[in-house]
């Protein structure tokens, strides 16, 4: 989890760069990129707490295979539900209360049951352990899109 809390501190130290944007990298700025990633931890982990551990089923699934082989998310192939989507321009207050809540839940997760779980759209059921393996995945993705749309600005 300290690694998580790593990544969620690197997007912390990109708020300063949050209105940069390169249309060639994203047609989305900076500080929709560290939005959606806070909104998918925080949105993610408050399922993983409503959960019922005892309704956990592990179930193989090809798409989830591929991408923990593949070690990255590729580009362009995936939508996000709109839930995890910003809708506005994002504030630095709002993006600093989303990092707090991010911070603090990423702390709850050492209480939670190995077999909490959440539903991915792609993936499946996700239980604690892979759940953890999806928010890094997914939040070093972005931090990938963020530092290209600065070095290529």
Do not use: C
């Not at 990298?25 to 990633?37: A, E, L, Q, T």
């Not at 990255?72 to 209360?97: D, F, N």
């Not at 499946?124 to 931090?143: E, P, R």
């Amino acid at each position: 989890m300290s690694h998580l809390l790593s990544l969620i501190q690197l997007l912390e130290k990109q708020i300063e760069n949050h209105q940069a944007e390169n249309l060639n990298v994203s047609k989305s700025n900076i500080s929709w990129h560290i939005d959606h990633s806070l909104l998918v931890i925080n949105g993610i982990i408050n399922q993983l707490k409503k959960s019922n551990p005892e309704l956990y089923r592990k179930q193989f699934n090809w798409k989830r295979f591929y991408i923990q082989l593949r070690g990255e998310i590729p580009r362009g192939k995936g939508k996000a539900p709109k839930v995890v989507q910003p809708t506005e321009a994002t504030s630095v207050e709002k993006l600093m209360t989303q990092l707090d809540n991010a911070k603090k839940n990423v702390f709850e997760l050492e209480h939670l049951s190995l077999n909490n779980y959440f539903s991915h759209p792609y993936f499946g059921d996700l239980n604690l352990k892979s759940t953890i393996w999806f928010l890094k995945l997914h939040t070093n993705h972005h931090l990938k899109i963020i530092n290209d749309i600065i070095n290529k600005s």
